[in-house]
T-cell receptor, first 114, second 112 residues
Framework: AQKVTQAQTEISVVEKEDVTLDCVYETRDTTYYLFWYKQPPSGELVFLIRRNSFDEQNEISGRYSWNFQKSTSSFNFTITASQVVDSAVYFCALSHNQGGKLIFGQGTELSVKP | EPEVTQTPSHQVTQMGQEVILRCVPISNHLYFYWYRQILGQKVEFLVSFYNNEISEKSEIFDDQFSVERPDGSNFTLKIRSTKLEDSAMYFC??????????FGSGTRLTVV
């Protein structure tokens, strides 16, 4: 069975702090894809990253970085120097192929205070 | 940048009424999806659609639900007899062959 666990329900930080959102996944597939989405208060789902299971290189995009560790089945997301605009719910998701259904975690609500 | 368009953004309906949620996927996309998010909860897969038929559906997608691509551009989700627990945000998504997902901004359905 496939499952995504985001153990942190809520995180609150002060602006400029670094914050890491955890994501642990379960799958029996050897090929799979991992995603992060941001859901701001307006409600839409904003795509952040897609990573396939064969690419364990960490990725950095501006203040965002992702750490993919197959050995621990984790795909953690770090925001450096957080800003108030980063306040949102962040979802980690898994699919068993590139276009298969997405299985979402419960989400982590990040609150960045000025 | 191409978008997935969902209408209406918010719909209020009485329990027992039929409701149709509409989506216009990106024009060259071949795979279409509906997801649901009950307020404060995670996003859940409902159904995927390819080549004019359902390719996969979840246990949430029971006989009260149906999907259709009536005219080659719209992709609709129908709920035949709405229940209070159908109140949720419904997201449509589409993707091209080998491509990633694009989500619409959602329709908030409120059943009263």
């Amino acid at each position: 069975a496939q499952k995504v666990t985001q153990a942190q329900t809520e995180i609150s930080v002060v602006e400029k702090e670094d914050v890491t959102l955890d994501c642990v996944y379960e799958t029996r597939d050897t090929t799979y894809y991992l995603f992060w989405y941001k859901q701001p208060p307006s409600g839409e789902l904003v795509f952040l990253i897609r990573r396939n299971s064969f690419d364990e290189q960490n990725e950095i995009s501006g203040r965002y970085s992702w750490n993919f560790q197959k050995s621990t089945s984790s795909f953690n997301f770090t925001i450096t120097a957080s800003q108030v605009v980063d306040s949102a719910v962040y979802f980690c998701a898994l699919s068993h192929n590139q276009g298969g259904k997405l299985i979402f975690g419960q989400g982590t609500e990040l609150s960045v205070k000025p | 940048e191409p978008e997935v368009t969902q209408t209406p953004s918010h719909q209020v309906t009485q329990m027992g009424q039929e409701v149709i949620l509409r989506c216009v996927p990106i024009s060259n996309h071949l795979y279409f999806y509906w997801y649901r998010q009950i307020l404060g909860q995670k996003v859940e897969f409902l159904v995927s659609f390819y080549n004019n038929e359902i390719s996969e559906k979840s246990e949430i997608f029971d006989d009260q639900f149906s999907v259709e691509r009536p005219d080659g551009s719209n992709f609709t989700l129908k709920i035949r007899s709405t229940k209070l627990e159908d109140s949720a945000m419904y997201f449509c998504a589409s993707r091209a062959q080998g491509g990633g997902y694009t989500f619409g901004s959602g329709t908030r359905l409120t059943v009263v």
